[in-house]
């Protein structure tokens, strides 16, 4: 099995920034890929970025992209997201998720979640 364990959450301010950390234990993450997902109240998890474990190819969605960075250290297990430039609409739950297939932009891509860390942007 593959443990998660997000960090870094907290109130910020609009225009403020966050790093949030995802470590991951149980398993080698080579050929796989890890990735951000939030949700908001009342909405769906929606995917937020994604990085392939080996070689390190990033994927942003597009209300992210620019002002969030995606990025991971394979010795320590570990994936962060760089949160900058934030604003209210980012206030969710982030998740951190870990995927042993080919594809990293959909709940169902992945097979290991984390519990998740609030974060909340105040305007």
């Known amino acids: 099995q593959v443990q998660l364990v997000e960090s870094g959450g907290g109130l910020v301010q609009t225009g403020g920034s966050l790093r949030l950390s995802c470590a991951a234990s149980?398993?080698?993450?080579?050929?796989?890929?890890m990735g951000w997902f939030r949700q908001a109240p009342g909405k769906e998890r929606e995917f937020v970025a994604a990085?392939?474990?080996?070689?390190?190819?990033?994927y942003y969605a597009d209300s992210v992209k620019g002002r969030f960075t995606i990025s991971r250290d394979n010795a320590k297990n570990t994936v962060y997201l760089q949160m900058n430039s934030l604003k209210p609409e980012d206030t969710a739950v982030y998740y951190c998720?870990?995927?042993?297939?080919?594809?990293?932009?959909?709940?169902?891509?992945?097979?290991?979640w984390g519990q998740g860390t609030q974060v909340t942007v105040s305007s």
């Open positions: 998720a870990a995927g042993y297939g080919s594809r990293w932009f959909r709940i169902d891509d992945y097979d290991y």
């Open positions: 149980g398993r080698t993450f080579s050929r796989s890929g």
């Open positions: 990085i392939r474990w080996s070689g390190g190819s990033t």
